[in-house]
């Protein structure tokens, strides 16, 4: 039967890595074989910095155009109405 141990650690200076087994782990032979898997955390990358204008451009060109304020209002009202139901 394969078992499994889930473990998190620090890595070290010199990019190592240590692990200690819980007392309570049933390995009955030091020195075997084990298969250790390391999941590296996710790398996002740092967003750029912008200017306040190079943001707000950005929103304006993501925004709808051509809606008059006649045609806004009427999706606000649908939207309200929805609410009601």
Do not use: F
């Amino acid at each position: 039967m394969q078992s499994a141990l889930r473990i998190e650690t620090k890595i070290l200076p010199g990019n190592k890595i240590e692990i200690n087994l819980p007392a309570d782990t049933t390995s009955t032979s030091v020195g075997q074989t084990i298969e250790v898997i390391v999941l590296l955390p996710d790398q996002k990358p740092t967003p750029e910095k912008q200017s306040i204008l190079h943001l707000l451009e950005e929103i304006h060109r993501q925004r709808p155009v051509g809606r008059s304020v006649a045609e806004i209002n009427r999706d606000l009202q649908v939207e309200r109405d929805a609410w009601d139901n």
